[in-house]
C-alpha cells in the first residue's frame, strides 16, 4: 500500500505571501520522500462545509504547474476537477501541459461537480445533477480521444469540438484518469468503463467493501478486468500524526479490503511538519502492507 498527500488548505497565520512557500515545500518534501500522489482542491472558493468560503483557494492547475517546477518525481493531479469548471477540450489541453511541463506526471482527477455557491457566484452554470453526469461521460470520451491524440471530430449532446488537436501530445501515454465519488449507480459505473482509478471517501471499512462489490459488478457489465482499477481511498478516520499506530491499523483494514493507496489531507499551520512526521512514523511502515488480491 503507499500514500499521498492532498493539500486542501492555503490559510496560514503569515498571509498570502507565504501561500506559495508552503506548499512548494511541503510538495518538494513529499517528492523526496517517496509519497506516491500529490494533489490539491479544484475548486475556486473554500469549501463551506469545512471552512468558510472566503478562506483562501486557489486556482489548481496554476498551483500544480508551480508545484511541478518544485518536485521531480511525484504525480501529480486535483483532487478532483469539476465537470462544469473548465470546457472539457481546455481541460484536456491544461493536464496535457501540466504532464508535458512535469516529465509525463500528470493524472486527470475529475468528478461530477457539487459545489452551487462558487458556480453562482462567479457565474459559471450549475446544470441539474443528471447533465451534469451527462456531461462528465462526454468529457471523459473527449479528454480520451485528445490524450492519444487522435485529430477528429466529437459530437455530444452537449460538446462539439469540429478539431481535437492537442499539441505537443501527453508524455503520459495514457495519461492516468481518476474519478472521484462513490455514487454507485453513475459514478462507479463511469469508473467501470473509463478510469484507470476511483477515489472514495469512505471512513467505514464495511461501506468501502460495498463500494468495491458494486465496481467490480459495473465492471463485469462493461468487461473490464476490476483488478486495472487503482482503488484509493481517503479521510479513513484516524489522525496519522496523533496516531500512527491507529492510523496505520485503519490502514491495514481497507488493504485487506481491497485499497491500494490511502490520500491524506495536510493539516495547516505546520503542513511541512506534518509530511516531515508522516515520512518518518508511517511511510516506512504502511509500504509493507498489501493489498488483498481482488
Known sequence: ???GIHYLNFTNDRGAGQIGPLLGETAQLADESGFALFTVMDHFFQMDRVWPAEEPMLEGYTALGYVAARTRRIP???MVTGVTYRHPGLLAKAVTTLDVLSGGRAWL???AAWYEREHRGLGVPFPPLKER???????????????????????????????TLNSPAPISQPIPILIGGGGERKTLRLVAQYADACNLAVPDVEEFRHKLEVLRA???????????IRVTVQGIGVDPAEDPDGFLRAAEEFARAGAHHVHVRVPQPDPVGFVSELAETVLPRLSQIETAAA
Open 1 to 3: 500500500m503507499d500514500i
Open 218 to 228: 459495473h465492471c463485469e457489465d462493461v468487461g473490464r478486468d476490476f483488478r486495472s
Open 133 to 163: 453526469f451527462e456531461r462528465l461521460e462526454e468529457a471523459l470520451q473527449i479528454c480520451q480521444q485528445m490524450f492519444r491524440g487522435e485529430v477528429g471530430r466529437f459530437e455530444g449532446e452537449h460538446y462539439t469540438l469540429a478539431e
Open 109 to 111: 482527477g475529475i468528478g
Open 76 to 78: 501529480l493531479s486535483t
